[in-house]
């Protein structure tokens, strides 16, 4: 009886380390993984912290104006000295109102015959004015201002003295009579009071 009690005791002694033993392995076995876990996260880990990195917005440059030498106006460098052309608008009250008087940097207002006024209308070739006129005839003394703004002249004939100095002294000018694609006759209105032209028709005979 003793012999049999020393026995069980001595079976149930083994089976309490085999179970130990196991114990023991997997615990071994998870602390492998939980080691092996634990490198990957370190290892992986970029070392420091994330620098952030900041852009520097853009330097605006600033914006440089000038006095234009035709009115002084303020506009960048490259329209100080534009191109222009000198316009002969009529001012007679069947051609009021006219087109294109508010777009002009230099208005001369001159006696043409009698009591009837006209205008000598500079603009400047680098704007756009889709419409200026309506357009009439030379005199000399309006040859004369647009000489000293180098501007040729655009006129629709003119008095003799007017046409034989533009012949005989070769000024730059546009005339409609030899020029009808560039100065169009308008039909809203009565001739000779609906002669007009553009300043991108100016620049296709001036510029380009």
């Given at each position: 009886m003793v012999s049999l009690f020393r026995h069980r005791i001595s079976e149930g002694t083994h089976t309490s380390e085999v179970s130990s033993l196991r114990g023991l392995r997997w615990q071994i076995v998870a602390f492998g993984f939980g080691l092996a876990a634990l490198a990957w996260f370190v290892f992986t880990r970029p070392f420091g912290s994330p620098q952030r990195t900041e852009q520097t917005p853009p330097t605006a440059t600033p914006l440089v104006l000038v006095a234009r030498e035709l009115d002084g106006v303020l506009v960048t460098p490259e329209h100080v000295r534009p191109l222009v052309a000198a316009v002969l608008v009529d001012n007679f009250v069947n051609a009021r109102p006219q087109s294109g008087l508010d777009r002009a940097s230099v208005v001369i207002e001159a006696p043409a015959?009698?009591?009837?006024?006209?205008?000598?209308?500079?603009?400047?070739?680098?704007?756009?004015?889709?419409?200026?006129?309506?357009?009439?005839?030379?005199?000399?003394?309006?040859?004369?201002?647009?000489?000293?703004?180098?501007?040729?002249?655009?006129?629709?004939?003119?008095?003799?003295?007017?046409?034989?100095?533009?012949?005989?002294?070769?000024?730059?000018?546009?005339?409609?009579?030899?020029?009808?694609?560039?100065?169009?006759?308008?039909?809203?209105?009565?001739?000779?009071?609906?002669?007009?032209?553009s300043t991108e028709n100016l620049r296709v005979a001036f510029v380009q």
């Open positions: 015959e009698a009591a009837i006024t006209r205008f000598l209308v500079i603009f400047p070739l680098d704007v756009d004015v889709p419409e200026i006129g309506p357009i009439r005839s030379a005199r000399p003394y309006f040859i004369d201002w647009s000489l000293e703004y180098h501007a040729p002249l655009i006129h629709v004939g003119g008095s003799p003295d007017a046409l034989g100095r533009m012949a005989h002294d070769a000024i730059r000018q546009l005339d409609e009579w030899r020029n009808e694609a560039l100065i169009w006759r308008s039909k809203k209105r009565p001739m000779p009071h609906n002669t007009y032209t």
